[in-house]
């Protein structure tokens, strides 16, 4: 798969939104599920959210729910991740991972099972 490049990270007050995007390079983007985690300081890597290949499949951390949306474009190799009424707890480093996978209806949750990942982008809350 190559590359991954996050972007969109920033900051921003609670209550805000952002919106991350994650570029892959490669011609086979479709052929991979796609996931965010985050780290905060001195914490382990914690799953966001996934999404299988074609994008009618996603999953999302139980405590993330209806503020979250995942999504994708394959024409654009690109994943995002809409966040919504951000908390001051959302404060990590955001990063992407995409694994190839063979079920179109596979969504990855655990971040082992990634094979590939972006270098992160820092989103910061502020209360």
């Known amino acids: 798969q190559g590359q991954l490049v996050e972007s969109g990270g920033g900051l921003v007050q609670a209550g805000g939104s952002l919106r991350l995007s994650c570029v892959a390079s490669?011609?086979?983007?479709?052929?991979?599920?796609m996931g965010w985690f985050r780290q905060a300081p001195g914490k382990e890597r914690e799953f966001v959210s996934a999404i299988s290949r074609s994008g009618a499949y996603t999953h999302y951390a139980d405590s993330l729910k209806g503020r979250f949306t995942i999504s994708r474009d394959n024409a654009k190799n690109t994943v995002y991740l809409q966040m919504n009424s951000l908390l001051p707890e959302d404060t990590a480093v955001y990063y992407c991972g995409a694994v190839s996978v063979i079920r179109a209806s596979y969504v990855p949750r655990y971040s082992g099972e990634y094979v590939y990942w972006g270098q992160g982008t820092q989103v910061t809350v502020s209360s």
């Open positions: 490669g011609r086979t983007f479709s052929g991979y599920a």
